[in-house]
Every structure is written in C-alpha cells, then in structure tokens.
C-alpha cells in the first residue's frame, strides 16, 4: 500500500487527499469514504473511542504549538502482515496539518490467540492490543469479532508518544502538500 496522505484545516476538517485516496479507501473496506463524500467534514467523525480522538486530539495540538511533525506507530485490524503503519503528523500554514500514514515494516511472529469472545473487548487504537482484567496483552481474540465496545490507548503507546514529544526540538516544519495539486 502506498503512502496515503490528507489535509486538516484549522478546525480538523479535510481539505485535501492524495491521489490513491479513493482506491485505497475501496481497499481498506469503505468505499462510501471517498473524497467527494468526506470533504469538509471532520476527522473525529471517523475516529472511533473517546480516549483515541482525545489521545489524537492532543498530538494535534501539540504539533501545532510546537511547529514540529511526530510520527505515531499503529495497526490496522484485519490486514495480516500488512497491519502495521506510521503516522506522521506535520504543521501547515494556518493552523492546517499534513496526516500522512506510510507502511512499517515490524517484525515479529503472530499474536497470541486468547478465547475471549465478549462483546466488551477493549482494545489499544494505536497497536491493538486486548485488555483483559485491567492488564493489556499482544494478542487477538480466538474468534472474529466485528465490533470493538471500547477503543483506548494502552499505556505503552501513552509513553511512546510522551517520549516523542519529549524530544529536543528541531527546526520548525511548514511543507504544503497541495502545491502542485491545482484541482484541490
């Protein structure tokens, strides 16, 4: 899968997308997310679980104060050894912010099968693991389940991105992506 990018205004709305948005999104098993249909609406309509969209929320925010981009490892559900990808979130003029999200090569074996079959799983947003008892494991459970109950942040993603915003900071980025886009 190739890089897949899109533009936020000020107020977290899309403004912009790369080119293979619309395959992509076919791809990934929502087509209905096509730009025509997404356009100027706001990303949080598309970020599942409370904890997420407030831990998303806050790298925003940060990016844009400190004019400086991130980048946030994460794994998608149901795309096998293909699953996991970075996000890199960089500052625009005006408040707006470049998402980009890029394959990642992790190695490692396959996770652990639990049998937990209950329609209250939590699980990680960011690296998806299970939280079973208050205690979050690297695993996926015995059988498919279609619907997550709660999505949240597990701590270890939680520090991973204290310890990326801790870092000394570097000179300001202001890329445009849409320079040489002239239908957007």
Known sequence: ?????YELDINDRFVAVSEDWNASSDMLGAPN???ENIRYLPVWDFVAGEETQR???AMFF???NKRRPIV??????NMGDASHFRMRIEPLHQGGLLVSHDPDDVPGGAPQLLPYTTKDLTRC???LKINIDGVWYNAEPESELHECSDWRVCPD?????????RQPTG???ARYARATLGKF
């Open 171 to 173: 000179a300001p980025v």
């Open 157 to 165: 993603c939680k520090e991973r991105a204290l310890n990326l915003v």
């Open 62 to 64: 940060w990016v844009r």
């Open 1 to 5: 899968m190739p890089t897949m990018w």
């Open 125 to 127: 947003s960011q690296c």
């Open 33 to 35: 997310n096509v730009f």
């Open 72 to 77: 946030l490892p994460y794994q998608l559900e």
């Open 55 to 57: 831990f998303l929320r």
